[in-house]
């Protein structure tokens, strides 16, 4: 499978806004379905978000108004932008391709509260 490697998490306060990003080997980003998904602690892991390789975007109701998910195909790069975050936001956030059954090391967002 190929390789996904996120970053950018960080620790941010509430309202604030964070971008991550998806790197990924080859031209899986825009080759493929991507998804991010999130995994808050002690919670299961949820899909916040789908792009499309035509570029269509599916947002879960946790985040719609609040997320906007981008590609650079160029840089092979998948983006993340989440915008007025709350402490319910704070999770390890991961990107993987559409129907990929491992998951890489994600990024930790932590919302101060």
């Known amino acids: 499978q190929a390789q996904l490697v996120e970053s950018g998490g960080d620790l941010v306060q509430p309202g604030g806004s964070l971008t991550l990003s998806c790197v990924g080997s080859g031209s899986i980003v825009s080759a493929e379905i991507m998804t991010w998904y999130r995994q808050a602690p002690g919670k299961a892991r949820e899909w916040i978000a789908t792009l499309s390789p035509g570029g269509a975007t599916f947002y879960a109701d946790s985040v719609k108004g609040r997320i906007a998910v981008t590609r650079d195909e160029g840089k092979n790069t998948m983006y993340l932008q989440l915008n007025d975050l709350t402490t319910e936001d704070t999770a390890t956030y991961y990107c993987?391709?559409?129907?990929?059954?491992?998951w890489g090391q994600g990024t930790q967002v932590t919302v101060l509260s």
């Open positions: 993987r391709q559409h129907g990929a059954t491992t």
